[in-house]
């Protein structure tokens, strides 16, 4: 079954610090990798994009990397600021319904000044 | 350039009503997305159209709902006879004819649909 699941389901940081959010998959065959960023009453905003041959990507504080051979990714922030307060999700595509969005439930994160 | 823009962002139904959703893609933008994310769940796929087609509504329930995206105007999802099961939000993408397997998908902010 093409599955995304995602650890924690929530996390709480102070304000500067890193953190860590990871994801599993099991969607096959694979084509790329996506983290959103969630806001609460708002809708995703993506973040990285990647496909089978890339391990790592940045975007600002941001960085995904993707290990398909275990079918895991993470998504690294740094620095985090009270802005990064969110729902990050991470989502699947399949290659032959690359339109086909397959979303994990996301990781809440709260900042704390 | 706006983005993709949906409404009404909240709507409020009694159960048996009718619920009208509507998208408005990106410019220049010919395909639209539903999905739809339960309380506490991840967005599931729905129904992917084009202009005066639908191309895959594997996602869509068997009965009540519809969606159509008319040569002129927004892509309408409708819901009729609304249950309570159907409170959720409803979130609307949309790309140009060329995108790829890799284009970065934008979402609009969602219609939150409360059936009482």
């Known amino acids: 079954k093409n599955q995304v699941e995602q650890s924690p389901q929530s996390l709480i940081i102070l304000e500067g610090k890193n953190c860590t959010l990871q994801?599993?998959?099991?969607?096959?065959?694979?084509?790329?990798l996506r983290w959103y960023k969630q806001d609460t009453g708002r809708g995703p905003v993506s973040l990285t994009i990647m496909t089978f041959s890339e391990n790592t990507k940045s975007n600002g504080r941001y960085t995904a990397t993707l290990d398909a051979d275990t079918k895991q990714s993470s998504l690294h922030i740094t620095a985090s600021q009270l802005s990064d307060s969110a729902s990050y999700i991470c989502?699947?595509?399949?290659?032959?319904?690359?339109?086909?969005?397959?979303f994990g439930s996301g990781t809440r994160l709260l900042v704390r000044p | 350039n706006a983005g993709v823009m949906q409404n009404p962002r909240h709507l409020v139904r009694r159960r048996g009503q009718e619920a009208r959703l509507r998208c408005s893609p990106m410019k220049g933008h010919s395909h639209v997305y539903w999905y739809r994310q339960l309380p506490e769940e991840g967005l599931k796929f729905m129904v992917y159209l084009q202009k005066e087609n639908i191309i895959d509504e594997s996602g869509m329930p068997k009965e009540r709902f519809s969606a159509e995206f008319p040569k002129e105007g927004p892509s309408i999802l409708r819901i009729q006879q609304v249950v309570r099961g159907d409170s959720a939000a409803y979130f609307c993408?949309?790309?140009?004819?060329?995108?790829?397997?890799?284009?970065?998908?934008?979402f609009g902010s969602g219609t939150r649909l409360t059936v009482v």
């Open positions: 993408a949309s790309s140009p004819p060329e995108a790829g397997a890799n284009y970065g998908y934008t």
């Open positions: 989502v699947v595509s399949r290659m032959d319904s690359s339109y086909k969005l397959i």
């Open positions: 994801c599993n998959y099991t969607v096959s065959p694979f084509s790329n």
